[in-house]
């Protein structure tokens, strides 16, 4: 390593911790100081350690709405995963393997899907007519819709830099296309499976507007809306709001901590070719 290459790399670590840990540092301080102390939102040590006191605080407001706000929030995550996951690779095998013009018309609404940005109007006036509006149901059907044409992308891709002798050879020895897909072609995406559940399953945990949108009701409630719970017009509790802030905050990152190099090694993975 050359001494160009260190200076780089400590001036990159640097600019990453002020820009990643350093926030997360000032959220974690927050959370165990007093109401008053919380209040200056200062850069500082607590003067007393609160931090029991403002976790079980949070956890008691509104008769545990946080821990509700978990279940739906995880409910809504691993419904939505799943059915990306399971779609998106059925999909991008798809347009992949069996080069038409009907794929190319479907590969270009899915490029849509990642520019044009959603109606909310339309969307909470079909959820109604369909009786899916204010439902958990509901809330996975729109979070597939807006995470579909991103896991597709991926999965095409990756699927490009399978052979397909596999293929050839599964149908000489008899298999039909729902066997070729499941027993050879879905056991091999596991990277990019990898990566699509953790990016996925971050984006719909830490989504904020869709619930507040499609979502409403204390009942519905998930982990980013229970923010509102310290916020008012006139007071906000700023210790107890930076608490639930690290509540929200720790379960996605704890993923991303362990699952990173999978990420990476799925995103990349269908760069070389297709």
């Known amino acids: 390593m050359t001494r160009r290459q260190f200076y780089t790399g400590v001036i990159s670590l640097a600019v990453a911790g002020v820009i990643f840990i350093l926030p997360f540092v000032f959220v974690l301080l927050t959370a165990v100081k007093t109401k008053q102390d919380a209040a ?7 003067v007393e350690w609160h931090f029991l006191d403002n976790l079980t605080e949070v956890l008691r407001t509104r008769n545990y709405m946080l821990l509700l706000a978990y279940f739906n929030s995880t409910v ?5 995963v799943t059915l990306l996951v399971l779609f998106g690779a059925m999909v991008g095998y798809v347009l992949q393997r069996r080069p038409s013009g009907w794929n190319k018309v479907i590969y270009a609404f899915v490029l849509a899907g990642l520019m044009i940005p959603p109606a909310v109007v339309p969307t909470i006036w079909i959820l109604q007519s369909v009786g899916l509006f204010k439902t958990l149901t509901g809330m996975v059907f729109i979070q ?8 597709v992308l991926l999965f095409r891709s990756f699927i490009a830099t399978i052979p397909r002798d596999l293929d050839e050879a599964a149908i000489i020895d008899g ?3 729902w066997q070729i897909f499941f027993r050879v072609i879905l056991p091999l995406l596991k990277p990019v499976t990898v990566t699509v559940i953790v990016v996925q399953s971050i984006s719909i945990f830490n989504d904020f507007t869709n619930p507040l ?6 009942e519905n409630v998930t982990v980013q809306l229970t923010l509102y719970n310290f916020q008012g017009q006139f007071q906000t509790q700023f210790n107890l709001l930076f608490m639930n802030i690290l509540l929200v905050t720790i379960p996605p990152l704890i993923v991303f ?3 990173n190099r999978q990420i990476v090694a ?7 070719k297709g």
Do not use: D, N
């Open 40 to 46: 200056l939102l200062t850069f500082s040590w607590p």
């Open 175 to 177: 298999a039909k296309p």
């Open 213 to 218: 949108y499609y979502l409403p009701g204390r």
């Open 266 to 272: 799925g995103m990349t993975a269908g760069a070389v």
């Open 76 to 80: 809504i995550t691993v419904c939505s």
């Open 257 to 259: 901590v362990f699952f």
């Open 144 to 151: 597939v819709a807006y995470g579909l044409a991103f896991s």
